[in-house]
């Protein structure tokens, strides 16, 4: 049994840290220095981010700014064991977890990696796996500017479900669907009928958990560029 499940409970320990407008990179920071040098459980809920970002992830970029909202949950595998370290296995976890969250909301669904309501795309993940560990992390859309749309290219490699239509056709606004604050409250809820959750601020992470090799970083625009190319030439390939 893990040393962070919770006596006499049943329930493995973890510890939640609710941010506000933080940015995209220091969250990201945050959450590589939590997989790798930690050995708790966490949730990090950022509302927000206060830099309009565009971020390269796996096959594709995304835009988010302070209408987008953050969700990752830090695991030990030995305090999930129903789920295996593997990224199909993590996913249908988490669509487990949120259909808790929009239960009779609209036709939440999990299509492929990507969470929607009926077909249209709100939320979108990336995975980090480790040995003992793994990170889930999901952005949300719960608005969008029309003309950030316009950054944005279609890319090479597209979830079968996306049918060819561009980006405004094929996402949605969680605003239409749920309350911004309801939605955090209820994604808190969902994550405590598995964890039993410890609010911890930023400044109470110790600073032990610091001694870590740095991966996540700012691209130059020539690394993006690259990066991109290369990830067009391995979709078509695939």
Request: glycine letters at 4%; charged letters at 25%.
């Amino acid at each position: 049994m893990s040393v962070n499940r919770v006596k006499n409970l049943g329930l493995p320990l973890m510890n939640l840290v609710k941010l506000r407008g933080t940015p995209i990179l220091q969250q990201l920071l945050l959450e590589e220095r939590l997989l790798r040098s930690s050995s708790d459980n966490w949730c990090i809920v950022n509302d927000g981010t206060n830099l309009l970002t565009l971020s390269w992830v796996c096959l594709g970029t995304v835009i988010v700014d302070e209408n987008t909202l953050f969700v990752s949950l830090i695991c030990n595998r030995n305090d999930v064991p129903d789920v295996q370290p593997y990224p199909r296995s993590v996913m249908a976890w988490s669509g487990s977890l949120y259909s808790e969250v929009f239960n009779g909301i609209a036709d939440f669904q999990l299509r492929e990696n990507d969470y929607v309501f009926g077909d249209r795309k709100f939320g979108g993940n990336a995975q980090s796996i480790t040995r003992n560990r793994w990170i889930h992390h999901t952005s949300f859309l719960w608005d969008y500017s029309v003309s950030n749309m316009a950054y944005l290219k279609l890319p090479s490699r597209v979830p079968q479900y996306r049918l060819e239509r561009d980006h405004t056709d094929f996402v949605c606004k969680m605003k239409d669907y749920i309350e911004r604050s309801v939605f955090i409250e209820k994604t808190i809820k969902a994550v405590g009928t598995q964890f039993m959750l410890k609010e911890l601020s930023l400044d109470e992470i110790d600073d032990s958990c610091r001694e870590h090799v740095e991966t996540t970083r700012l691209l130059t625009l020539d690394e993006l560029k690259e990066t991109t190319t290369r990830s067009e030439s391995i979709a078509q390939a695939v």
